[in-house]
């Protein structure tokens, strides 16, 4: 017997299951045979719904990936007739009429392949994705399949819309398929209109976009919205609009984006993975912030010198390459967590963050490398180079700086040529380190400030011997965002405590050449390094 089936992508800004979102789901269970619910948020159980298959995934790639993962499922069955794309922005107003809506979808789809309840010229015409029906001569078909394929994470919401809501209209189009659409405008207008008519679509479909009751970005008269629906269900859409408000902003796209969290001193947006870290016999890692992807085979070319299990901890601002990196450094890591963060403070900023946030805890040993690049001098590549082959150019040195964090009395093993002492390498950075120092209570006043710290920030550590940046206050910690500054930023003066805390915690900073010696007390005067 042949099946419909609805796939639902969803998301809550407060991770919760709202009880209008279980209506909804339940209206989409009396229409449809089956519903596939991916959802990106940390949920509980749902209610009792029968034949609703619960998927979680990270919050990567917008609701597309969601569909992606979804259609990937039900395609699993060889007896589909339908297949619904519908997102969680939809607020359930009468059951009755939507789910009649959504009848009249599939039975239209008897004649046409594609059927929306909206479509938009907003940025180029389409059918919004937000609900729409599928017919098997599309779902089938190759076009359609190798499309959905090749949906991937982007790094902007907007680009996601282009490549693939847009992109499955103007696919739609060039394959010849029949589209039509429930609401049908007689302005051709560049706007949204499940925005502008949410009153009739209200009237007419039972539902109404979430945006327009949180934000009500175009200012209509939201009362034919609220005359459409019971005063319980008011009441009850109401209190969800109220929960989800404060969580979202326009950006300079006009899009509505989640606003950024403010706890942490640099936010993690999102994270995904590839398996869980600390797994039993894993005590070392590898935390890499990957800035310049092409990065990505040199860096891993060199961890393949680490010859004992490791996980991998990977920062980076650009969510389009969360997919490149969990591929390319699940080939040598033992797992691979991604984190998307602000661009603020260079790799410092993401590395406290995350260091901060506990995950690495538990570790013997850890690497610390970024994808340094120099976009003021030739000469960076050249160093850059020589930073990784001290840490990670073969596996007697990694193992050396291994042993040597292992054994309880070293905190930071660096490059030993780029331990920098010299009093011009304070830069504009000496107050700034002192008030990071007293806010750590590392340093007192009257105290000699002293420089000590490994140029480019890659080294080897124990998590024990960094603890006074979990304990300082976080509003100390608020990073610039990135500008392109060469010196005096947050970052430049954290670069420049690291070594000076491990010590007042008891380790000693050292270099592979010392052997757990204390690089403070030997000749590094004349120590220099190519460009800062």
């Given at each position: 017997m042949?099946?419909?089936v609805?796939i ?15 209506d ?13 619910l ?20 990270p ?11 979804g ?19 939809v ?10 809506a ?12 594609a059927?929306g309840?909206?479509s938009?010229?907003?940025f180029?015409?389409h059918?919004?994705?937000y ?6 001569g ?10 959905f ?10 680009e996601?819309i ?9 696919a ?8 039509a ?15 502008i008519?949410?009153g ?12 327009v ?5 175009h ?17 009850q ?21 989640l606003k950024?969290?403010?706890k942490l ?9 590839w ?8 005590l ?7 800035y ?11 961890l ?66 970024h994808s340094?690049?120099?976009?003021y001098?030739?000469?960076?590549d050249?160093w ?22 292992r054994?309880?009395?070293v905190g ?7 331990y ?5 390498y304070w ?9 990071l ?17 490994f140029?480019?920030?890659?080294f ?17 910690l ?14 430049h ?19 592979a050449?010392?052997k ?6 030997t000749?590094t005067e ?7």
């Amino acid at each position: 017997m042949a099946i419909d089936v609805a796939i639902v992508a969803h998301f809550d800004p407060n991770d919760r299951i709202e009880s209008n979102f279980c209506d909804f789901l339940a209206c989409l269970r009396s229409v449809f045979d089956r519903v596939v619910l991916v959802t990106t948020s940390e949920i509980g159980n749902l209610p009792p719904i029968e034949e609703i298959e619960v998927i979680k995934r990270p919050n990567i790639g917008y609701d597309f990936y969601s569909y992606r993962v979804g259609v990937e499922r039900a395609l699993i069955s060889n007896d589909l007739e339908h297949i619904a794309l519908i997102n969680s922005s939809v607020v359930l107003l009468d059951a009755h009429r939507l789910s009649d809506a959504l009848r009249n979808m599939i039975r239209l789809c008897d004649s046409y392949n594609a059927v929306g309840a909206t479509s938009s010229r907003q940025f180029g015409w389409h059918i919004q994705s937000y609900m729409m029906v599928l017919g098997r001569g599309v779902f089938l078909s190759e076009w359609f399949q190798q499309f959905f394929r090749n949906i991937s994470p982007m790094n902007t919401k907007m680009e996601m819309i282009l490549s693939y809501e847009i992109g499955l209209s103007s696919a739609l189009v060039k394959n010849r398929v029949k589209v039509a659409t429930l609401l049908s405008p007689a302005s051709k207008a560049a706007v949204n209109w499940s925005h502008i008519s949410a009153g009739p679509i209200a009237q007419q479909f039972g539902y109404v976009k979430m945006e327009v009751l949180r934000d009500n970005p175009h200012g209509i008269d939201v009362q034919g919205i609220r005359d459409s629906a019971t005063e319980e269900r008011l009441k009850q859409v109401d209190e969800m609009v109220e929960r989800a408000r404060g969580h979202y902003q326009v950006g300079d796209d006009n899009l509505f984006t989640l606003k950024r969290p403010e706890k942490l001193p640099l936010s993690t947006m999102k994270t995904a993975r590839w398996r869980l870290p600390h797994r039993s016999g894993v005590l070392t890692a590898v935390v890499v912030h990957l800035y310049y992807i092409e990065m990505i085979d040199e860096i891993c070319d060199y961890l393949e010198n680490i010859i004992v299990p490791f996980d991998v901890f990977v920062t980076t601002p650009f969510e389009g390459d969360v997919a490149p990196i969990i591929d390319r450094f699940a080939e040598v890591g033992a797992s691979v967590s991604v984190y998307l963060t602000e661009n603020r403070g260079r790799d410092i900023g993401p590395f406290v963050s995350l260091y901060r946030s506990g995950d690495l805890d538990g570790y013997d040993a850890i690497l610390k490398i970024h994808s340094k690049k120099s976009s003021y001098s030739d000469r960076g590549d050249e160093w850059r180079d020589r930073l990784y082959r001290s840490l990670v150019g073969d596996s007697l040195i990694v193992l050396r700086a291994i042993d040597l964090l292992r054994s309880g009395k070293v905190g930071i093993v660096g490059p030993h040529d780029y331990y920098l002492t010299n009093e011009k390498y304070w830069g504009a950075n000496r107050d700034a380190v002192r008030d990071l120092l007293t806010a750590m209570d590392v340093h007192s006043a009257g105290d000699e400030l002293e420089l000590g710290f490994f140029a480019g920030s890659m080294f080897w550590f124990h998590p024990s011997a960094l603890r006074s940046l979990q304990r300082i206050d976080g509003e100390k910690l608020r990073f610039e965002p990135e500008n392109g500054i060469q010196d005096g930023t947050l970052a430049h003066a954290v670069e420049r405590v690291f070594c000076t805390i491990a010590r007042k915690a008891g380790y000693r900073t050292t270099s592979a050449a010392l052997k757990g010696n204390e690089i403070h007390l030997t000749e590094t005067e004349k120590n220099n390094v190519p460009v800062l």
